[in-house]
């Protein structure tokens, strides 16, 4: 027995220097072996952590791939160089990213209104502390953007400073998006019901988990201990993976922030891809409007129609949504009138209850109100003043606004920027801040609600947590034109105050403040993602469960000094 445990203990050390000196290389790289091959990643300038960018975790999607689930990529022989972020998925360029390649985020108002990404895009990223420690828990991050525009690549979800501070294993993963990631016709259907599903976004969010499974113990995580997080879009397809059967296993607690619990019919999605392919037919001049498009459309074949829509890039795709003029949000938006050929091309992508990946059950609340769904303890986040991202009636055009947010972080803008250089007074008259703070509840008030209805559908099945994001420290004016608005708690929770689209809030005066508070929100994470429980020192006061009847939610706010968190 004794010499049987001498042996295990030297065995047990071998591995231990292995996994160090793999993770302390001097050269500045590191390399890690996953179920494909070998990737060689960097430790960071400030020697803090390591990354691996552009991990490829499925094949192209490219080809006779689109519009298929995603297939697991080929094994590769050496060692795969992955220190650079991969291709962002095909979209229209805004001030959502992606950047431009070589840029920096002063540099997107290039991409405004174009297309922009590539079909070969599904590549995820790893963040790690550089300690040798094993077993960590593991973050998989999904970004927001309507389901039709954003980027892992983003500045905000860099995940080295929450890796550090949550002690933790860091992903954030790209996902098809738009016409290319949620796309249902009768000719594209194969008789395969995975294959015909529509939801094709999704199931590259289930590969990207089915990849952390099977890899990130070799990046030191606890496959046992993932921890599945996501902001408005992304929180909605964090409620998706949730309710989708082949997602069981795959993950153990979720982080769902500013987003709804929702789901779509397949004779919704049907409906939005024939607009799709009527606008197609506009732009390339075999019909004029919707009437005409209707009747052409209607008289070719199904296999005339997948051919003709496997002819186009994906370019094409975004064309057709994107107004060279500007849009309100700097992402190209055209708003059609109601029932117009293209009245169902920008809004949100659909998820499609299709019975496979989805349940066929709408609303997707009834689904976990039967208890039909993967059990696990949720934190639901929203930010006070969710709205004025959306309902800003702004005078200025999406380049001028873009050029003074970023100037204001650069020291470019121009000086004494007031309320009424920003915000139309013709349409609110008189133009003050309650005005204008009345104008944006409504949209607030839908972002509160959806959390509020989420957590009252999982209610009393799993473990409910909920907090609510007041920070509105920026400078003047913007502290009342964005103030707390949708996505401001992410550079929190990230620990990101560089150069990124919140970039106008961050200032000196500001700053001990907000980073205590970023400490504060880090620190909930880290217990969240460990325990279920997001309770720790750092909060000053007991965090307790949201329930119906005691809708408790953590308070998350700053002076321009400290941290003020109390319950509400």
Not at 54 to 74: I, N, S, T, Y
Not at 134 to 140: C, D, G, R
Not at 222 to 242: C, E, H, R, W, Y
Not at 504 to 517: Q, Y
Request: a negative charge; glycine letters at 10%; one cysteine or more.
């Amino acid at each position: 027995m004794k010499k049987s445990t001498g042996i295990k203990i030297v065995l047990m050390g071998i591995g231990f220097v292995f996994f160090l000196v793999s993770f302390a290389a001097a050269d500045m790289s590191v390399v890690v072996k996953t179920q494909y091959g070998k990737i060689m990643g960097t430790k960071e300038p400030d020697k803090s952590g390591f990354s691996w960018l552009g991990v490829p975790f499925a094949k192209p999607p490219v080809g006779h791939l689109r519009w298929q689930p995603p297939e697991e990529p080929d094994n590769w022989n050496g060692v795969l160089k992955t220190q650079k972020y991969g291709n962002a998925c095909t979209q229209v360029g805004g001030m959502f990213g992606p950047i431009p390649e070589g840029g920096d985020y002063s540099d997107i108002w290039e991409t405004f209104f174009r297309p922009v990404g590539s079909e070969d895009c599904l590549y995820l990223n790893v963040w790690r502390p550089a300690t040798s420690e094993e077993n960590l828990p593991v973050i998989l991050f999904i970004y927001g953007g309507t389901n039709v525009v954003g980027t892992a690549a983003d500045n905000v979800y860099v995940g080295r400073n929450l890796a550090n501070n949550a002690n933790a294993v860091v992903v954030t993963t790209n996902y098809r998006v738009g016409h290319l990631g949620w796309f249902s016709h009768p000719a594209l259907n194969t008789g395969d019901a995975l294959r015909d599903s529509g939801n094709f976004g999704l199931l590259d969010l289930i590969q990207s988990l089915k990849f952390v499974k099977n890899n990130i113990a070799n990046f030191g995580g606890d496959p046992d201990n993932v921890t599945i997080m996501g902001q408005s879009a992304g929180a909605s397809n964090v409620f998706a993976l949730i309710a989708s059967p082949l997602a069981a296993g795959l993950f153990h607690k979720a982080i769902p922030l500013s987003g709804a619990v929702s789901s779509t019919s397949p004779t919704a999605a049907v409906n939005k891809a024939n607009a799709v392919i009527n606008a197609l037919l506009i732009a390339d001049g075999l019909a004029t409007d919707k009437a005409s498009a209707d009747a052409y459309r209607t008289a070719q074949t199904n296999v005339w129609i997948k051919n003709y829509l496997m002819s186009k890039t994906g370019a094409d795709f975004m064309r057709i949504q994107t107004n060279l003029t500007g849009g309100k949000w700097g992402t190209g938006v055209r708003v059609p009138e109601p029932g117009s050929t293209t009245a169902l091309l920008w809004n949100a992508a659909p998820l499609v209850a299709d019975g496979t990946v989805l349940p066929a059950t709408i609303p997707l609340t009834n689904v976990i109100k039967s208890g039909n769904f993967n059990k696990v303890p949720l934190l639901v986040g929203h930010t006070a003043e969710e709205g004025k991202l959306f309902a800003g009636p702004f005078k200025v055009d999406d380049f001028t606004r873009f050029r003074w947010m970023v100037g204001s972080y650069l020291g470019t803008a121009p000086d004494n920027l007031k309320l009424e250089d920003l915000i139309d007074g013709t349409i609110l008259n008189p133009l003050t801040v309650e005005s204008y703070n009345q104008y944006t509840s409504p949209s607030t008030s839908f972002f509160v609600n959806a959390g509020i209805s989420a957590m009252t559908s999982f209610y009393p099945q799993v473990p409910l947590y909920a907090y609510n994001f007041k920070w509105n420290k920026e400078p003047e004016p913007w502290d009342v034109v964005y103030g707390a608005w949708h996505s401001e708690d992410l550079p929190f929770i990230f620990g990101n105050f560089t150069l990124n689209l919140d970039c106008f809030g961050w200032s000196k005066a500001n700053e001990p403040g907000r980073l205590a508070l970023s400490n504060a929100m880090q620190k909930s994470i880290a217990a969240f993602i460990r325990t279920g429980d997001p309770n720790n020192s750092t909060l000053g006061e007991a965090w307790d469960p949201w329930t119906p009847t005691s809708p408790h939610k953590m308070g998350f706010d700053a002076t321009y000094d400290d941290a003020v968190i109390s319950q509400e």
